[in-house]
Nanobody, 126 residues
């Protein structure tokens, strides 16, 4: 069982930056691919970014490519999402997720992630 706790959300103006963090419990963090997903009001949850367990492979949604960066520190059991040049359409609840089969790869499908955090709100004002 893995528990995930996100932090770092908040209110920011358009063009601003935020860094989300997600701390995972457990001692085999490097065997988990980690993903960030988001859900805006009235919309389905969507993929944002993912990183493999050893940090070798990363994936990004087209809508955030070039603006967001996913990274991880396995010594701290933590995954980060650095968000730059934020836009109002980035407003959503952001969820951290873990897939225990992802040491070398990472899925972009929410169905492959068994563990989820409680979410952190990101609001970008225009």
């Amino acid at each position: 069982q893995v528990q995930l706790v996100e932090s770092g959300g908040g209110l920011v103006q358009s063009g601003g930056s935020l860094r989300l963090s997600c701390v995972a419990s457990g001692r085999t963090f490097s065997s988990y691919a980690m993903g960030w997903f988001r859900q805006a009001p009235g919309k389905e949850r969507e993929f944002v970014a993912a990183i493999s367990g050893y940090g070798i492979t990363t994936y990004y949604a087209d809508s955030v490519k070039g603006r967001f960066t996913i990274s991880r520190d396995n010594a701290k059991n933590t995954v980060y999402l650095r968000m730059n040049s934020l836009k109002p359409e980035d407003t959503a609840v952001y969820y951290c997720s873990a897939d225990g089969r992802g040491a070398w790869g990472a899925s972009q499908s929410s169905y492959d992630y068994a563990y989820w955090g409680q979410g952190t709100q990101v609001t970008v004002s225009s």
